[in-house]
C-alpha cells in the first residue's frame, strides 16, 4: 500500500505481482490474505557487508521468512553493490531437497536494475532480463547454491524466485488456474452463480 506521502505528493513506484500455483489437493481451501507492513519483513545483510536482502518467502543468509506457503518458495529481493557476489543457498529445511544438491527445484532470477554475472557460467545479464536456472542435478549451474556478481559500477538489484516444480497438469484461462478444463469451466460456473461471494459496498 502507498504511503500517505505518497496519496498526497505522487510520485514513481514498481511492484511485481506473482502468481503462484497451488498443489490440486489445496485449490479449493479457504481464502487467505497476509498483510505485513515493509519494516516488518525480514531483512539480512551478508557477511561482507555488499549485498542486502529482503526475504519476502523462504530464506537467505540465515535469515528465514515470516510469510507462509503452502509448498517451499523462495522469493527474495537482493542488492548488491559494486564488486559484490549475492549467494543464495538452497534450505536445508523439510521438503527443499530430495536427496540431492538442488535437484528437483527451479530458480530464475530477475534482474531489476544494474548487470551481473550469473551462476558457474557466469552468464551475462541486465536490467530487464530473465536468468533461468536449468533443471536437474546435472545441469551446470545447478547446486547447493546459486550466486550472482556484480561486474558493474552501479548496484545490482534481483529478484530471485524459486520453488519445487508441483509435477502435476495445469489448465488456465482468464483469472483461474486449475488441473483440467472441467475444473475451469466449474470455476467460471461457480463465479457467474455468485458461489464466491459479494462484496457489500
Same mark, same amino acid.
Given at each position: 500500500?502507498?504511503?500517505?506521502?505518497?496519496?498526497?505528493?505522487? #510520485?514513481?513506484?514498481?511492484?511485481?505481482?506473482i502468481w503462484?500455483?497451488?498443489? @490440486?489437493?489445496?485449490?479449493? !481451501?479457504?481464502?487467505?490474505?497476509?498483510?505485513?507492513? @515493509?519494516?516488518?519483513?525480514?531483512?539480512?545483510?551478508?557477511?561482507?557487508?555488499?549485498?542486502?536482502?529482503?526475504?519476502?518467502? $523462504?530464506?537467505? /543468509?540465515?535469515?528465514?521468512? &515470516?510469510?507462509?506457503?503452502h509448498t517451499?518458495?523462495?522469493?527474495?529481493? /537482493?542488492?548488491?553493490?559494486?564488486?559484490?557476489?549475492?549467494?543464495?543457498?538452497?534450505?536445508?529445511?523439510?521438503?527443499?531437497?530430495? $536427496?540431492?544438491? #538442488?535437484?528437483?527445484?527451479?530458480?530464475? !532470477?530477475?534482474?531489476?536494475?544494474?548487470? $551481473?554475472?550469473?551462476?558457474?557460467?557466469?552468464?551475462? @545479464?541486465?536490467?530487464?532480463?530473465?536468468?533461468?536456472? %536449468?533443471?536437474g542435478p546435472?545441469?551446470?549451474?545447478? #547446486?547447493?547454491?546459486?550466486?550472482?556478481?556484480?561486474? $558493474?559500477?552501479?548496484?545490482?538489484?534481483?529478484?530471485?524466485?524459486?520453488?519445487?516444480?508441483?509435477?502435476?497438469?495445469?489448465?488456465?484461462?482468464?483469472?483461474?488456474?486449475?488441473?483440467?478444463?472441467?475444473? &475451469?469451466?466449474?470455476?467460471?460456473?461457480? /463465479? %457467474?452463480?455468485?458461489?464466491?461471494?459479494? &462484496?457489500?459496498?
Amino acid at each position: 500500500m502507498p504511503s500517505k506521502k505518497f496519496q498526497k505528493e505522487g #510520485g514513481l513506484m514498481h511492484g511485481f505481482q506473482i502468481w503462484v500455483n497451488l498443489p @490440486a489437493k489445496d485449490k479449493m !481451501c479457504k481464502p487467505r490474505y497476509q498483510e505485513y507492513q @515493509a519494516d516488518g519483513i525480514p531483512k539480512v545483510t551478508s557477511p561482507d557487508g555488499k549485498t542486502n536482502v529482503v526475504v519476502i518467502t $523462504g530464506e537467505a /543468509y540465515g535469515t528465514s521468512a &515470516i510469510i507462509e506457503t503452502h509448498t517451499p518458495i523462495a522469493m527474495l529481493h /537482493y542488492r548488491v553493490a559494486p564488486g559484490g557476489t549475492g549467494v543464495w543457498e538452497v534450505p536445508t529445511a523439510t521438503g527443499w531437497r530430495n $536427496g540431492r544438491e #538442488g535437484d528437483d527445484l527451479n530458480v530464475m !532470477c530477475y534482474v531489476v536494475g544494474g548487470k $551481473g554475472k550469473f551462476g558457474g557460467s557466469e552468464k551475462a @545479464a541486465e536490467e530487464n532480463d530473465m536468468v533461468v536456472f %536449468q533443471n536437474g542435478p546435472s545441469a551446470e549451474d545447478k #547446486g547447493a547454491s546459486v550466486t550472482f556478481r556484480n561486474d $558493474g559500477n552501479e548496484e545490482l538489484s534481483v529478484l530471485l524466485l524459486a520453488g519445487k516444480p508441483l509435477k502435476e497438469p495445469m489448465s488456465r484461462y482468464g483469472p483461474f488456474v486449475m488441473n483440467t478444463k472441467e475444473e &475451469i469451466e466449474q470455476a467460471f460456473w461457480d /463465479y %457467474q452463480t455468485g458461489q464466491f461471494g459479494k &462484496i457489500d459496498f
